[in-house]
């Protein structure tokens, strides 16, 4: 079982590039999160989904992008990096919203210098 | 704003020790509380607590929530150098898909 599954593992941007972090789930999830671990933080919500075609900001949207066009996809985008969005990004799916079990991708790790 | 606190932000213990961590919490309209687990990447879930007093066990691990209090603890009993992870507490609430995380205990399991 796949489970959730982003690409790629680590990324370096130069500061004012653009990239797309992706994230595909193969257990048919209608809630889909993006969160961003600093080093020694919690995580913290970037954009969340609760159906294909249905986003919301979290806690820290600036700076990103998202889309669900299909209920599997749920693609991150950055404009224009800056050092400040250096994280560790993590895609998580749910079958019935935060108060049930959310799995986790391996993480992106990201760096822009 | 809510807030999630845990303590020990780490922690060092020999095999075969008990320990446990902690997890206070503020937020408004609370829903649950879920403890994680975060070796090297993708945090893994433990438990989800929604009701005060109630101990949820799986295995060597357990937890309890305490409503009143708005304070969490999870036990891991016996340890063993597989637990050394970083240990998340997350609180959910009514009204909106959020989860506050804490920033996590850092347990580290000496052989």
């Known amino acids: 079982n796949a489970g959730v599954t982003q690409t790629p593992k680590f990324r370096i941007l130069k500061i004012g590039q653009s990239m797309t972090l992706q994230c595909t789930q193969d257990m048919n999830h209608n809630y889909m999160y993006w969160y961003r671990q600093d080093p020694g933080m919690g995580l913290k919500l970037i954009y969340y989904s609760v159906g294909a075609g249905i986003t919301d900001k979290g806690e820290v949207p600036n700076g990103y992008n998202v889309s669900r066009s299909t209920t599997e996809d749920f693609p991150l985008r950055l404009e224009l990096a800056a050092p400040s969005q250096t994280s560790v990004y993590f895609c998580?799916?749910?079958?019935?919203?935060?108060?049930?079990?959310?799995?986790f991708g391996q993480g992106t790790r990201l760096t822009v210098v | 704003e809510d807030k999630v606190v845990q303590s020990p932000l780490s922690l060092v213990v020999h095999e075969g020790d008990t320990v446990t961590l902690n997890c206070s919490y503020e937020v408004t309209n609370f829903r649950s509380l879920l403890w994680y687990k975060q070796e090297k990447k993708a945090p893994t879930f433990l438990f989800m607590l929604?009701?005060?007093?109630i101990e949820k066990k799986s295995g060597r691990l357990s937890s309890i929530l305490d409503k009143k209090e708005l304070f969490s603890i999870l036990n891991i009993t016996a340890t063993q150098t597989g637990d050394s992870a970083v240990y998340l507490c997350?609180?959910?609430?009514?009204?909106?898909?959020?989860?506050?995380f804490g920033t996590g205990t850092r347990l580290t399991i000496i052989p």
């Open positions: 997350a609180v959910s609430n009514f009204g909106n898909e959020k989860l506050t």
């Open positions: 998580a799916s749910s079958s019935g919203g935060l108060n049930t079990e959310a799995f």
């Open positions: 929604t009701s005060s007093g």
